[in-house]
Nanobody, 124 residues
Framework: QLVESGGGLVPTGGSLRLSCAPS????????MAWFRQAPGKERQFVAV???????AYTDSVKGRFTISRDNAANTVNLQMNSLKPEDTAVYYC????????????????????WGRGTQVTVSS
């Protein structure tokens, strides 16, 4: 139901812009977020954009990543700057039509739609 794009291989300090779009006919999401999963690790919250316009980030990406949303197109983007090798992971877009409180936005189980992921690799 969600399709991510924009991943790739970049050197340390480089930038990438990820985009996430719903498939045709998908009901508009209330909250959209990005998670990531590195090999052998659990899926980790990265950033969220709530329908009321508030955003939140995991501490390790604050000041480097920016989440934005195109409400007309129902898409969400993640601008990633000053990338580090530890940012290497598969990045997943997630969405839910439900209204969820801020504390729930960091939990994968709060979302009912997911993309298949896009690989981001940062070389050292």
């Amino acid at each position: 139901q969600l399709v991510e794009s924009g991943g790739g291989l970049v050197p340390t300090g480089g930038s990438l812009r990820l985009s996430c779009a719903p498939s045709a006919g998908t009901v508009r999401a209330n909250t959209m977020a990005w998670f990531r999963q590195a090999p052998g690790k659990e899926r980790q919250f990265v950033a969220v954009y709530r329908s009321i316009g508030t955003t939140a980030y995991t501490d390790s990406v604050k000041g480097r990543f920016t989440i934005s949303r195109d409400n007309a197109a129902n898409t969400v983007n993640l601008q990633m700057n000053s990338l580090k090798p530890e940012d290497t992971a598969v990045y997943y877009c997630a969405a839910t039509k439900r209204g969820i409180i801020l504390s729930e936005t960091r939990t994968p189980g709060s979302y009912d739609s997911w993309g298949r992921g896009t690989q981001v690799t940062v070389s050292s």
